[in-house]
């Protein structure tokens, strides 16, 4: 299932295509051997606290949301083979491309939408 990432305030799309990760190996897979990432691409970790980039082979982004899509905690660039401390007060994450959260201007208490794709 595939969903648009929006940004509530703007109404501006962030991410065209958010794969959703919500099954334990799937997030445990997450983007691990991918060489690259699309600049619409991204990946919805659900339920999620903390992410790693073990065998990745690039930057991210990462948005850490509340149960109400609000960020409450964002990195930009983390480079591969790292490990992000648990946010608490997240019940999700996505992964973005490098550069996703200074070209949009995201900030913590921003509210994001996810619409399904093919959904009108």
């Not at 190996?25 to 659900?46: D, I, T, V």
């Not at 946010?87 to 913590?108: D, F, K, M, N």
Request: glycine content about 8%; some cysteine; aromatic content about 10%.
């Amino acid at each position: 299932m595939e969903y648009r990432l929006i940004q509530g305030a703007s109404g501006r799309c962030v991410a065209e295509r958010v794969s959703l990760a919500n099954t334990a190996s799937a997030r445990l897979r997450g983007l691990m051997f991918r060489r690259q990432m699309g600049a619409e691409e991204g990946l919805w970790l659900r339920p999620c606290q903390s992410v790693h980039t073990w065998w990745m082979f690039f930057p991210i982004d990462i948005l850490f949301l509340d149960r109400h899509y609000s960020i409450v905690s964002l990195i930009d660039h983390l480079r591969p083979f790292r490990m992000t401390w648990p946010r608490w007060q997240a019940s999700s994450v996505i992964e973005l491309p490098a550069g996703t959260i200074a070209r949009y201007g995201l900030t913590v208490g921003d509210e994001l939408r996810m619409e399904r794709r093919g959904a009108s």
